[in-house]
Structures are given as structure tokens and as C-alpha cells.
């Protein structure tokens, strides 16, 4: 396969998939123009697999990639690495996909670098283990990893303590967390096989009532959107170039919150945006 095909993390779809339907979401994503998929926010019954793999059949879609949590989060009953694995290497199997991604550290492990890493080091173990059934393991990024001890962020630490976990780049997420977006990508060339491609925005501030300055701050501060490819402050182009460059496999759209907007208007955008940019042959 060239490299850097554009896709769809289906992350924006989860309320499309429960009104819709797993094949009825995969139809509108190909009558969109895609066919690589991320599958995440699917619970993966033998129902829904089925249902995937029927869609990736009729409709030339790819499954990309899926995704799963090494442990069970504090409070989920979801499947796991750890306790469901030779479940999730048959989904693989049967949706002829071979990257998992871990879409994100345990909620109780963040700001703490010492099990932070601890955990990684499992993640490693699992990438190793998943790498005999032909299947690598990404772990993907938000803003905490970029959290510095003695220097140097967390991202960059995992990355070096590890060989077989590879890295699914939210540029969003880098942004945010304080990077150029570009900049990690360059270092992480060769360990990025998957970047989530979300642009990032600012948005209209509610001022409401001046003389409450603490709430003023809060929106002040927290006017941050996730944003269609295009209409935010980040630099697609060179993203894409930078990524291609680094051996990335798959663009994968992404927009966490549409605020309001139906999400199959919002991927329209965007991907008309990456066609303007003269990326049509990557769909």
C-alpha cells in the first residue's frame, strides 16, 4: 500500500452509529468519498463485527484500524487487551485489519510519571506479544503527554523507552498540549504509522456576566475547538507533507465535538478542504 491514505476516525460518528446503525454509517462514509476507517466508540459484538465487515465488503472501505484499552478504564466494563486477547486478534482477523490503538492512559495514571511509564512498559509487552499475530500496537496522544520531567516531555520519553509500541499523533492534542505539531512528527518519523488530522480553533467567547471574573476567565481560557480541517490555525498542508515523510500510513479525520453541526457535514468539509489542498488521489 503507498504510503498516507486519508480516512475517517470514527470517533465523531458515535451518535450517527446508535441512530443509524454500524453498516448505515459505513454507507455515508463511503457516499462521502472515504474508505479507510478507524472503528472506535463500537462495541465490537459479534453483531457490530459482522456488520463492519459486511459494510468494509460492499463498500470498499478499509478498516484501517480498531481500537482497545490494554486494561478495562476505572468504571468500564469494555473489552481489553489484557483480558479479551485472543477476542480482539480474531476481529482483527475478520476485518483483515492489522493496527489496534490505545486511545488513551488510564485517567488515574495522568500527571504521574513513575506508573505513566509503568504503564507503558506493558504497553510495550502487549506490542510485542500482538507482533507475533502480525498486528502492531499505536498508543495515541492528548495534551498531558507533552507534561515535562527534567526537560523532556513524556511523549518523548515513551518513545524512547520503547521499540515495538508505535504512536498514533493527535496534531489537535500537540497543539494543545504546547507543540508544533510538525515538530513531533519529525521525531517521531518511523514510529507514526497513524495521525489523527483535526484542525485547531479558537473560538467565540460567551462573556456574560462581566462581573463574575472567574467565569469570565474560564471561558476566556477555554474558547480552545475542535475544528473542520481548514477553518482552524494549523497548518494541514504541512502536516501532510511532514507525515508522508515520516511514513505515515493513514490520515484519519477527527473532530471530537461538532458542536451542533451534523458530523457528516463537518467530514464533508474537511475532506473537500484536503481535496483543494491536492489530496484527492488519497481517498
Not at 22 to 43: N, P, R
Not at 57 to 77: C, E, H, R, T, W
Request: proline share 2%.
Amino acid at each position: 500500500m503507498k504510503s498516507g491514505k486519508i480516512g475517517v476516525q470514527m470517533f465523531n460518528l458515535k451518535n450517527k452509529i446508535e441512530e443509524l446503525g454500524v453498516y448505515e454509517t459505513m454507507k455515508k462514509i463511503h457516499e462521502l468519498g472515504y474508505h479507510y476507517v478507524e472503528v472506535t466508540q463500537v462495541q465490537m459484538t459479534e453483531e457490530n463485527v459482522s456488520e463492519l465487515r459486511r459494510a468494509s465488503l460492499d463498500f470498499n472501505i478499509k478498516v484501517a484500524a480498531i481500537s482497545a484499552p490494554l486494561d478495562s478504564m476505572p468504571g468500564s466494563q469494555g473489552e481489553s487487551l489484557t483480558a479479551d486477547f485472543d477476542k480482539i486478534v480474531s476481529d482483527c482477523i475478520t476485518l483483515d485489519c492489522n493496527f489496534i490503538r490505545i486511545g488513551m492512559m488510564p485517567v488515574n495514571l495522568m500527571g504521574d510519571k513513575i506508573k505513566a511509564m509503568e504503564y507503558i512498559t506493558e504497553a510495550e509487552k502487549m506490542a510485542e506479544r500482538l507482533k507475533q499475530h502480525g498486528i502492531e500496537l499505536y498508543y495515541h496522544n492528548h495534551h498531558i503527554e507533552f507534561e515535562k520531567y527534567d526537560g523532556k516531555c513524556l511523549l518523548d520519553i515513551m518513545r524512547e523507552q520503547t521499540s515495538n509500541l508505535g504512536f498514533e499523533l493527535d496534531v489537535h492534542w500537540a497543539q494543545r498540549g504546547g507543540a508544533n505539531p510538525i515538530d513531533v512528527i519529525n521525531r517521531f518519523a518511523g514510529r507514526v504509522s497513524l495521525i489523527h488530522l483535526k484542525d485547531y480553533r479558537i473560538g467565540p467567547i460567551d462573556l456574560g456576566d462581566l462581573r463574575d471574573m472567574s467565569d469570565f476567565m474560564s471561558k476566556f481560557t477555554g474558547n480552545i475547538e475542535f475544528a473542520e480541517l481548514g477553518t482552524g490555525n494549523l497548518d494541514i498542508k504541512a502536516i501532510m507533507e511532514i507525515g508522508k515523510k515520516a511514513g505515515v500510513q493513514y490520515f484519519l479525520i477527527e473532530q471530537d465535538d461538532t458542536y451542533g453541526r451534523d458530523p457528516f457535514d463537518c467530514l464533508k468539509e474537511s475532506g473537500d478542504y484536503l481535496r483543494q489542498l491536492g489530496y484527492a488521489d488519497l481517498f
